[in-house]
Structures are given as structure tokens and as C-alpha cells.
């Protein structure tokens, strides 16, 4: 895997701070994660990945459960300072067919779920931006590593640094509504452009399972695929890691992985973040 060229300049790792003026049951962010939150915010359309080691996470966790959060619902002590990370960064935002409309999300793998394409899944999670083409799509997302797994990879891709690799004609394609997902029955989405304009700057959506509406659009969807599986680095969470993701620009997805399903997966926490405006 080649090194990524201004992807260096866009995967920042930072020491989290102490917990500030916490004791033992605070998890609360220090002074330079929040001022290089506030930076990233600021810098959306073209802040990259901030990855951050060492926050405060419960030294005593449950076990990762075994049915979906929204069935259990009690906090873990992390959810305040996230959200207040994540309000640093931009507006908290939620679905409410997402999680029950938790701004907190949990993450973890489920039996039930392990070949599908989601977060729980155990197969490979293809990179995608988060929730591309949906009306209200976040601008960046944040995740808090509590249990980690170091089977597993999380996969990062800037597109900004494949567009610089693609030519012109391939560029003004990818920016046509040409781009959209086969329904069950064969029928597509109504196409999409996978680039657009956001304030001023590019945006992408993008899934790898998007299909092009029209031959002359498969060789540019080809040469994005083809440049995002060159470029791509693999991130290992830890316990206590926590990302920033710039979801103008930013694809990610997951390495596949053999979950144990007994309490000692990994289990992240997710918080989906709209740009101030
Ligand atoms: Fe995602």
C-alpha cells in the first residue's frame, strides 16, 4: 500500500488531555482535543481525519451486549463528553429510524446482522461516505473506541487525494446525476452525482455499491473505485482512540473480522455531526 501523499497532512494523531478537573467516574476531554474540535469544525470540506489516543473510557466496561442498544439504553458514562466534543465540531444530529434516534450510537457486532451492510455486519463493511445521498447526510462523524478488537481494521479513504489522481473527463462525469443503487427488484435510485459543490469546496457521496445509469459512466466509477482501493489506509482502534471523520470527503468502511459474540467484542460509540452554519 502506497503511502498516502496529503492524506498525511489530513490522519493527525493527537494525546487527549487528562479529564478536566475529573476524578475517577469523569471522562471529560481536555483543552487541545476540544481546541482541535472546534479547528476541525471549522475546516470541514477539507479536515481529513483526526484520530486522537488515550481518551478516558470506563476501566470496568459491561459486556459488549448481544441485542441492539436501544433495547438496554442505559449510558456507559462517555456519552456527555462525546456529545460535547461532537457540539465543538458542529450540530449533533440523529435519525429516527437510525438507532432510535440515539445521538449517541453503539456499535457492535450482532449475530443477526453479520452479513448485511451496516455497522454490526462481520464481513467486510464497504467503504462508503456516511449515509450518501440522503437528504440530511452528516458532514462528520466521530467514533469513541470503548472495547477494541486488533483483528479489526478501519478502513479510511480521502477523496480528495483521488480526485487529484483522476482525469478531467472521469472528473466531470463523476459530477453528472448518474450514480445510484440497484433496488431489490433491479430498478435504480434516482441518479445522483457522486461529486457536487459545498460551500465552495467539493463534496462527495459515494457506496461501493453504487452502479452507473449509463455505459459511458462505469469507466469514471471504475477509475474512483480503483483509486479509493489504491489509496486507502487502515486505521487499528484502540481502547480509548477516537476519530474524527470529515464526511465531505472522507469514505470508510471495515476490514471483515470473526466476532466471538460473548461479551468481548468491540464496541465503538458513534455521534453524527452537521456543520455549523
Ligand atoms: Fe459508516
Not at 477539507?46 to 476501566?59: D, I, K, M, Q, Y
Not at 477494541?148 to 483522476?166: F, K, N, P, S, Y
Not at 459511458?216 to 466509477?221: G, T
Amino acid at each position: 500500500m502506497p503511502e498516502p501523499g496529503p492524506h498525511r497532512r489530513a490522519l493527525l494523531t493527537l494525546p487527549a488531555d487528562t479529564a478536566v478537573g475529573g476524578d475517577e467516574r469523569s471522562y471529560g476531554l481536555g483543552p487541545e482535543l476540544a481546541r482541535a474540535a472546534t479547528r476541525f469544525g471549522r475546516t470541514l470540506g477539507e479536515a481529513g481525519l483526526l484520530h486522537v489516543t488515550g481518551v478516558r473510557v470506563p476501566p470496568v466496561l459491561p459486556p459488549t451486549p448481544d441485542r441492539p442498544y436501544a433495547e438496554l439504553g442505559h449510558p456507559i458514562g462517555t456519552e456527555s463528553p462525546l456529545l460535547a466534543l461532537a457540539s465543538l465540531v458542529g450540530e449533533v444530529i440523529s435519525f429516527a429510524d437510525w438507532h432510535a434516534g440515539a445521538r449517541v450510537q453503539n456499535l457492535y457486532p450482532l449475530r443477526g446482522e453479520a452479513s448485511r451492510q451496516n455497522a454490526s455486519n462481520a464481513v467486510y463493511l464497504e467503504m462508503h461516505t456516511e449515509t450518501a445521498f440522503r437528504p440530511n447526510t452528516p458532514d462528520a462523524l466521530v467514533l469513541l473506541c470503548l472495547r477494541a478488537d486488533e483483528r479489526v481494521g478501519t478502513l479510511v479513504c480521502d477523496l480528495l487525494d483521488v480526485w487529484a489522481g483522476l482525469d478531467p473527463g472521469t472528473r466531470r462525469a463523476l459530477a453528472e446525476p448518474a450514480f445510484a443503487f440497484r433496488l431489490p427488484g433491479g430498478t435504480l435510485t434516482e441518479p445522483k452525482p457522486v461529486a457536487s459543490q459545498w460551500r465552495g469546496r467539493l463534496r462527495f457521496n459515494y457506496a461501493e455499491a453504487l452502479c452507473a445509469a449509463g455505459e459511458e459512466y462505469e469507466r469514471p466509477l471504475r477509475a474512483l473505485r480503483a483509486g479509493i482501493e489504491e489509496r486507502t489506509v487502515t486505521v487499528t482502534l484502540r481502547t480509548g482512540d477516537l476519530l474524527l471523520i470529515d464526511n465531505t470527503h472522507l469514505v470508510h468502511g471495515r476490514t471483515a473480522y470473526r466476532p466471538r459474540y460473548d461479551g468481548t467484542d468491540r464496541w465503538l460509540q458513534r455521534c453524527l455531526i452537521r456543520a455549523a452554519a
